[in-house]
């Protein structure tokens, strides 16, 4: 069965600066998707970035930007100039033709 | 807004007693999922829907059940709730390979 794994339970940056939130995954598929989720106190689910694993171009959005290494099966998720806002869980998410799987979760305070 | 909601939004309920939680999309999606989420284990995957009154097992099905009459919407109950299903719910639809949830329904069974 495929993984995810974020390694990272609690990460923390200072507002204005940026930040990096790693993940890791297990497949033996070619073909997938990657995303990453923001979950803010309000408890509601936020796409943040998908990422096709047959694309090679890194997927960016607004200050949102993944480092995708399909080799190593990394999918980290960069944050640049933080906003109080970013303060979440953030999830990272794997899927093929199947389930959905999600990593545990790294929760990210920004420091004002 | 995926417009999916979830209902109710907050229950506490008894050990033993049957619960019943509704998701109701308004885009007529195929696709529909029942996610609970705990600390440490991000989603998990309960049941889902391809269609009105098909369903499939996920991950962490035991103990629950579900029903999809209209497309409109998605059910999930317990049976006889216990401690461990204390959890927060989230239903998500899927128009392609993303998911989008619903705002999740905190459950505590005491």
């Known amino acids: 069965a495929q993984t995810v794994t974020q390694s990272q339970p609690e990460m923390s940056v200072q507002e204005a600066e940026t930040v990096t939130l790693s993940c890791t995954y297990d497949t033996s598929e070619s073909d997938y998707y990657l995303f990453w989720y923001k979950q803010p106190p309000s408890r509601q689910m936020i796409l943040v970035i998908r990422?096709?694993?047959?694309?090679?171009q890194n997927a960016t959005e607004n200050r949102f930007s993944v480092n995708f290494q399909k080799a190593a099966k990394s999918f980290s998720l960069k944050i640049s100039d933080s906003q109080l806002g970013d303060a979440a869980m953030y999830f990272c998410?794997?899927?093929?033709?199947?389930?959905?799987?999600f990593g545990a979760g790294t929760r990210l305070t920004v420091k004002p | 807004d995926a417009g999916i909601t979830q209902s109710p939004r907050h229950k506490v309920t008894e050990t033993g007693t049957p619960v019943t939680l509704r998701c109701h999309q308004t885009?007529?999606?195929?696709?529909m999922y029942w996610y609970r989420q705990d600390p440490g284990h991000g989603l998990r995957l309960i049941h889902y829907?391809?269609?009105?009154?098909?369903?499939d097992k996920g991950e962490v099905s035991d103990g629950y059940s579900v029903s999809r009459s209209k497309t409109e919407d998605f059910l999930l109950t317990l049976e006889s709730a216990t401690s461990s299903q204390t959890s927060v719910y989230f239903c998500?639809?899927?128009?392609?390979?993303?998911?989008?949830f619903g705002p999740g329904t905190r459950l505590t069974v005491t």
């Open positions: 885009e007529n999606h195929r696709y």
């Open positions: 990422q096709e694993a047959y694309k090679q």
């Open positions: 998410a794997y899927r093929s033709f199947g389930d959905m799987r």
């Open positions: 829907s391809y269609g009105v009154k098909d369903t």
């Open positions: 998500a639809i899927s128009p392609g390979y993303e998911q989008y």
